[in-house]
């Protein structure tokens, strides 16, 4: 281990050296194949095992902000160093990251598989529905603490996924403010008992192998939650924007393939 460790450190100073030089590094694959990642794609570089989970560079820690439910949100997102660093990206019910977020790089590899036997999720049992006529129904699925959790799988059973609803909450008993940490634009929440938690901004969501709407006036990060009611294809979360005026927070429904990001909250 100590090895690895004074092998990563040596990589590491080998990027951040470079990093005048080259616009990132190319990783060459046993297949043959090659991934090129600009530098500003690379958060940390983590050694895993076949036997083990990978290793999180930062331990989460849980936040109390006083909130009505007792609810602890986590200090940092999945795969993030730092509460002011983005993290990983995940498509709603998977849990590794991807070069491509796109229909036919998902779980159900169309919008119209969603809901059929091919869903993982409804063939699990835990997406469920009525149907008349052409007309869906009653859209009900919640992968908390799940094998679809990522949060879950990612940091052990203590941690899942947030609901739409504990969204709700810490947007409606949070004040909110514009900060900046280590040069990262990002929102801080206030709770009720004064306490505080770090929302890093610019973090857009991944489509096919862009990065979206992370824009320099209106800067937004994109989250799942872990439950949705809106339709088949398409799961609920939630998005914290912000101008140099304001920030603001709302929950929204969008296609499940698409990767964003995951802030986890502590099980009771």
């Given amino acids: 281990m100590k090895t690895i460790r004074i092998m990563l450190s040596m990589l590491l100073a080998v990027v951040t050296y470079s990093s005048s030089l080259a616009q990132g590094i190319i990783i060459y694959k046993s297949n043959g194949t090659q991934e090129k990642l600009p530098y500003v794609a690379v958060d940390s570089i983590i050694p895993y095992y076949a036997d083990k989970n990978p290793v999180q560079v930062t331990d989460p820690k849980p936040v109390d902000l006083g909130l009505p ?3 602890l949100w986590a200090d940092i997102n999945v795969g993030a160093s730092a509460p002011e660093k983005h993290g990983g990206y995940y498509a709603l019910g998977e849990t590794e990251e991807k070069l491509t977020y796109s229909w036919s790089s998902y ?3 169309s919008s119209s598989a969603c809901g059929t036997s091919s869903d993982p999720l409804y063939a699990d049992g835990l ?3 009525t149907k008349v006529s ?7 699925c919640n992968i908390a603490g799940t094998k679809y959790d990522v949060a879950t799988q990612k940091w ?3 941690w899942m996924m947030p609901t ?6 810490l947007f409606d008993n949070c004040t909110r403010a514009n900060v900046k940490i280590n040069d990262v634009d990002c929102v801080e929440y206030t709770g009720p008992n004064g306490n505080t938690l770090i929302i890093p901004l610019s973090g857009g969501y991944m489509e096919d192998k862009n990065l ?3 824009d320099d006036y209106i ?3 994109y989250f799942w939650a872990a439950d949705f009611t809106f339709s088949l294809d398409s799961g609920g979360g939630a998005t914290v924007t912000s101008t140099s005026e304001s920030a603001s927070t709302n929950i929204f429904q969008e296609y499940r393939y698409r990767g964003k990001q995951i802030r986890p909250v502590k099980k009771k």
């Fill in 156 to 158: 052990g059973e203590s």
């Fill in 219 to 221: 800067q937004r990060t």
């Fill in 127 to 129: 997406l469920t529905y």
């Fill in 164 to 169: 739409a609803q504990q969204f709700q909450e």
């Fill in 134 to 140: 052409t007309v869906v129904l009653n859209v009900k």
């Fill in 69 to 71: 439910s007792g609810t």
């Fill in 212 to 214: 979206k709407n992370a």
């Fill in 107 to 109: 779980m159900c590899t």
